[in-house]
């Protein structure tokens, strides 16, 4: 199970698993069958309020970011079938920004991973065999911790 991010104007790769096109205008120049996409998940990517706000400039970076992850945590609908397929197997996000670091496919891999990494904590915290007195240390921990 693997998020990869990658330029829309890459080749396909076997590798790549499910491709996902997780931006809201469609790149230049490109037909739809040349993708081989599995879908275009326009509501993932950043709102056109927000991506014009941003307007490529690399010093609103941090800021982007946390807005755009705001968006994200506030729309799960959007994100939840990447999540359902990273969790079968690979997956690819396209983007078409030229800057291949800094983008919201990014960001959306960032955040989708931590996504799964919570789950698969709370899966195994809820299959795990539990005892009252292991509860409540666990519970004594964590106000320990605070």
């Known amino acids: 199970m693997a998020i990869r991010i990658k330029r829309v104007y890459e080749p396909p790769d076997p590798?790549?698993?499910?491709?996902?096109?997780?931006?809201?205008?469609?790149?230049?120049?490109?037909?739809?069958?040349?993708?081989?996409?599995?879908?275009?998940?326009?509501?993932?990517?950043?709102?056109?309020?927000?991506?014009?706000?941003?307007?490529?400039?690399?010093t609103?970076?941090?800021?982007?970011?946390?807005?755009?992850?705001?968006?994200?945590?506030?729309?799960?609908?959007?994100w939840e079938p990447l999540l359902r397929s990273a969790q079968r197997g690979t997956i690819t996000l396209l983007y078409s920004a030229r800057e291949t670091e800094r983008n919201s496919a990014a960001v959306l891999r960032t955040f989708l991973e931590e996504q799964l990494s919570q789950r698969q904590r709370r899966n195994e915290e809820r299959s795990a065999p539990s005892s009252l007195p292991q509860r409540e240390a666990r519970i004594e921990d964590q106000r320990a911790s605070r």
């Open 15 to 58: 590798d790549d698993g499910e491709r996902y096109f997780v931006e809201r205008l469609w790149p230049r120049g490109l037909r739809r069958a040349d993708l081989q996409l599995t879908a275009w998940l326009r509501d993932v990517a950043p709102s056109h309020e927000l991506r014009r706000w941003e307007g490529h400039d690399l």
């Open 60 to 78: 609103t970076w941090p800021a982007f970011r946390a807005r755009y992850v705001e968006e994200l945590q506030s729309n799960p609908a959007a």
